[in-house]
């Protein structure tokens, strides 16, 4: 499996690494060879507090019309048309040095469409996020009244919150590496976490994230060590919206 986080308040701690280690070896994608668990102390004062993006879904006919509507969502956001395809097109091809899927994600200057990423296969990896357990029910009941209560969603909408309050941060696209899961997200600052349930084949393998930064407004390295490093907990709730139909044109 990879990189199963959380953060929590000390007494917490054991239950939660019994968890992630039953997780781990229950990971669908075959038994893991070795299980690796680190517990890093954070201090209460270093953790940024936020809220979690609204959610939309746009039901869409097929996979073009959801990376057209995707595509869309992403020019909506500030990303031009041109950055946004070719970003787009390196997720449908692979982005990693020859065609693989990256470990983290691509980090996308709006204005010149330059990948700013130091390492292409590791990109950037978002860390040290979490839900407040509080929230947690809220939130499961919220989606399953939507049918969309599993893990997939949970985690990439605190992935997003956190990605959302970075400083620069214009738009995220993702969709999974998984290939039974087909949905993906655009997401932004000014309009949340908007969902399309097909935005890749079934069966492909490849799949990933974008984060789409504005370059001359923003300190690339601080934008890096926020989304890697800084601990962020989501304290607010979002809405879950009902799902609409996308009207192309
Ligand atoms: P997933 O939604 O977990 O299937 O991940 C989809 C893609 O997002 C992966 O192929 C990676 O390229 C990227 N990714 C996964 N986890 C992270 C992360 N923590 N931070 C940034 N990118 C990630």
């Not at 974008?210 to 800084?230: H, K, M, N, S």
Request: with cysteine.
């Amino acid at each position: 499996m990879s990189g199963a986080e959380r953060l929590v308040r000390q007494e917490d701690v054991e239950t939660v690494c019994l968890e992630l280690l039953r997780r781990g070896r229950r990971h669908s994608r075959g038994t893991a060879d070795a299980l690796r668990l680190a517990v890093d102390l954070v201090e209460e004062a270093e953790i940024v507090t936020t809220a979690l993006p609204d959610l939309l879904t746009w039901q869409v006919a097929d996979v073009a019309a959801g990376r057209r509507a995707a595509l869309c969502r992403l020019v909506a956001a500030g990303v031009p048309e041109a950055v946004a395809g070719a970003a787009m097109a390196a997720l449908a091809k692979g982005a990693a040095p020859g065609g693989g899927v990256m470990r983290g994600a691509m980090l996308v200057d709006v204005h010149s469409g330059e990948r700013l990423e130091a390492d292409q296969a590791r990109g950037v990896r978002v860390s040290r996020m979490d839900l407040l357990p509080e929230l947690e029910a809220e939130l499961q009941q919220q989606l399953a009244a939507c049918g969309l209560n599993n893990r997939h969603v949970r985690e990439a909408l605190v992935l997003a919150a956190k990605v959302l309050s970075a400083p620069g941060l214009v738009a995220e696209l993702c969709w999974s590496d998984d290939p039974d899961y087909t949905a993906g997200y655009v997401a932004a600052p000014g309009f949340g976490y908007q969902r399309f349930p097909r935005l890749k084949p079934a069966g492909d393998r490849r799949g990933g994230r974008a984060f789409f930064v504005d370059g001359r407004r923003t300190d690339v390295e601080a934008l890096i060590r926020y989304l890697e490093r800084t601990p962020v907990l989501v304290t607010r709730p979002g809405r879950v919206l009902p799902a609409r139909p996308w009207q192309e044109g």
